[in-house]
């Protein structure tokens, strides 16, 4: 259990310098370069609002609406992090063969480097929200706990990688199947809508989803000043019970791992 806790601590330092490289190599010979961090969550937010102000016409009477925008902003952000993350995070055992054939590189790290990669422009995300919202006077000490509610999913992340990653070294569909994954989350997280909007019949499928916990209690903590303490410790279980599950089973099955990549 020590092991688990202490992995990433002891490795702190190259897994530092491999993410900071990793990040250099994926905006290098870019025009915009790493405006991109901030390019992506916008762009991806106004085709979120199109559709739903303008082609969907949602309307809610207790938002302008700017203020739906900010609404839909707070779910879309963890949810491209996580999404990221998860379409980097797959197949990054396969995808660094010569790592993983390198007996002094732990691997353990490589699926780890992937998510901290993907969550930079969530931070970035998270960031620019904040700053809108403090500037149309809406700051909350509940936005202090944002940084935990990022850790926990950084968490619930690695464990959930370790997991697909180490799979996706025998099953290889798995990577061609998180675009669907991908898609069919998108559609059962709440980003767009919120609790309110759930039909009740439907909420078992929202207690199911992780993302329905983690993204509540961002838009919570940001937007409307509030801390759910059920929430927080229903996804601090999820995310610790995830993380051990994963790094365990990516121990024990990292062994053979060299045969098949």
């Known amino acids: ?12 330092v190259i897994l530092l310098a491999t993410t900071v490289n990793e990040i250099k190599a994926r905006y290098k010979g870019t025009v915009l370069g790493l405006a991109w961090m901030v390019l992506y969550p916008i762009l991806f937010l106004l085709l979120y609002s199109v559709i739903y102000l303008f082609v969907f016409k949602v309307r809610l009477p207790a938002y302008t609406p700017f203020e739906y925008v900010l609404l839909i902003f707070a779910g879309l952000v963890p949810f491209l992090g996580f999404a990221e993350a998860l379409g980097n995070g797959v197949g990054s055992v396969t995808a660094n063969s010569g790592l993983v054939k390198n007996t002094m590189f732990p691997i353990e790290l490589i699926p780890v480097k992937a998510v901290l990669t993907a969550s930079l422009t969530m931070i970035v995300g998270i960031m620019i929200l904040l700053i809108v919202l403090w500037c149309r006077g809406l700051f909350f000490t509940t936005q202090f706990l ?10 619930f992340t690695i464990g959930l990688i370790w997991i697909l990653s180490a799979l996706n070294v025998f099953m290889r569909d798995l990577s061609t199947m ?3 994954v991908t898609l069919f989350l998108m559609l ?3 980003i767009a809508y919120t609790n309110e909007m759930i039909p009740e019949k439907l909420m078992t499928l929202m207690y199911a989803n992780p993302l329905y916990y983690l ?9 409307y000043g509030l801390f759910s303490r059920d929430l927080f410790i229903t996804f601090a279980l999820i ?14 099955l990292k062994v053979v791992f060299a045969d098949y990549v």
């Open 1 to 12: 259990m020590l092991e688990c806790l202490m992995i990433l601590f002891r490795h702190r």
């Open 146 to 155: 944002v940084p935990v509610i990022f850790l926990m999913q950084i968490i």
């Open 178 to 180: 998180v675009g669907v």
């Open 188 to 190: 059962i997280s709440p």
């Open 215 to 223: 993204i509540t209690m961002y838009r919570e903590a940001m937007i």
């Open 239 to 252: 995310s610790f019970l995830t993380y051990c599950t994963g790094f365990f089973l990516f121990k024990r």
